[in-house]
């Protein structure tokens, strides 16, 4: 059984730095899209930061030069490096992961993940 589970959210300052972390146990495939998303209070999911088994990296705009995407095969775990953190950061944060490696429209969209975390909350405050 697939398990995705999500740490390192907390409270920052604007300007500070936090970086998550997405333990993936019971996952055996050597294929795999993987990537962060979040939603913030009232707003849609959205997709953060992505990469993929080809080791393609795709980071969205608003973060990009702040937010890096990495993942450790020794350790089966996804991080997300989060710096010069913005209020508008503020959101609950999910690593997603599915099987295949999905082509750059599906990528972005959540709903092509298998595998979800339960969400790791991020406040950030001005």
């Known amino acids: 059984q697939v398990q995705l589970v999500e740490s390192g959210g907390g409270s920052a300052q604007a300007g500070g730095s936090l970086r998550l972390s997405c333990q993936i146990s019971?996952?055996?495939?050597?294929?795999?899209?993987m990537g962060w998303f979040r939603q913030a209070p009232g707003k849609e999911r959205e997709w953060v930061a992505l990469?993929?088994?080809?080791?393609?990296?795709r980071i969205r705009e608003s973060v990009k030069g702040r937010f890096t995407i990495a993942r450790d095969n020794a350790d089966n775990t996804l991080y997300l490096q989060m710096n010069s953190l913005k209020p508008e950061d503020t959101a609950l944060y999910y690593c997603?992961?599915?099987?295949?490696?999905?082509?750059?429209?599906?990528?972005?969209?959540?709903?092509?993940?298998?595998?979800w975390g339960q969400g790791t909350q991020v406040t950030v405050s001005s």
């Open positions: 019971g996952y055996t495939y050597t294929t795999y899209s």
């Open positions: 990469t993929n088994s080809d080791g393609k990296l």
């Open positions: 997603a992961a599915t099987p295949v490696i999905l082509n750059s429209n599906r990528a972005l969209e959540g709903r092509y993940y298998t595998y």
